[in-house]
């Protein structure tokens, strides 16, 4: 099945201590990103990778890290994790060959997290 | 920075009626994609429809129509005969394939709509 992961669906966490969400897909997707959602906010995008190695910043990268090692793999980092981000997070991939960006964006279950 | 704008933090409808949700965006960008997603109560986000740009023709998809008016930077969606599992937020969002190196995905903040029996 076709499909966007990510783990840990659920996770309660105290300001500094280091976390990891992962994200993988199975669709053989160029582009992959994360996505964070809040009340009132909609979505906003933290980072973005177009392939391998390439990665870019979006709108709110400010506290977090990703690495695209692999295709299939998009880890969000949080080094140092604070109250204000505390949110549902998305992981989200799509092909950019063929039709570009006009292909649909596949998202993950999403990720509550809660930092204490 | 492109924006995108929806106006109308919640509606509602009948069972059977016809609702329009605005959006409205903000780019210097000629060649982008505009697209409605649908997130029920389970959280997830499941695309509604899409529309290129250079595209004049509004995309239709079944209950599913837009309005997109590309001189006046407006993408409305128009879900006629409205049912009760059309009850969800609905964002809008916009991304640009300009080539100047930024593909960002920029959603609107969402409009929850309910959908009364």
């Known amino acids: 099945e076709a499909q966007v992961t990510q783990n840990p669906r659920y996770l309660i966490t105290v300001t500094g201590k280091k976390l990891t969400v992962t994200c993988s897909q199975n669709?053989?997707?160029?582009?992959m990103s994360w996505y964070r959602q809040d009340p009132g906010l909609g979505l906003r995008q933290i980072y973005y990778?177009?392939?391998?190695?390439?990665?870019d910043k979006g709108d709110v990268p400010e506290g977090y890290k990703v690495s695209r090692k692999e295709k299939r793999n998009f880890p969000l980092i949080l080094e140092s994790p604070s109250p204000n981000q505390t949110s549902l997070y998305f992981c989200?991939?799509?092909?950019?060959?063929?039709?570009?960006?006009?292909?649909?964006?596949?998202f993950g279950p999403g990720t509550r997290l809660t930092v204490l | 920075a492109q924006t995108v704008t929806q106006s109308q933090p919640e509606m509602s409808v009948q069972e059977a009626e016809t609702v329009t949700l605005s959006c409205t965006y903000d780019t210097s960008e000629s060649n982008y994609y505009l697209f409605w997603y649908k997130q029920p109560p389970s959280r997830q986000m499941i695309l509604v429809i899409r529309q290129e740009a250079y595209k004049q023709q509004n995309a239709t998809e079944n209950r599913f129509s837009v309005n997109f008016q590309k001189a006046a930077k407006s993408f409305s969606l128009k879900i006629s005969d409205s049912q009760l599992g059309d009850t969800a937020m609905y964002f809008c969002a916009f991304i640009s394939d300009s080539g100047a190196g930024s593909y960002q995905l920029t959603f609107g903040k969402g409009t929850k709509l309910s959908v009364i029996p």
């Open positions: 989200a991939s799509s092909l950019t060959r063929g039709r570009g960006f006009y292909n649909e964006q596949f």
């Open positions: 669709m053989n997707h160029e582009y």
């Open positions: 990778s177009m392939n391998v190695e390439v990665t």
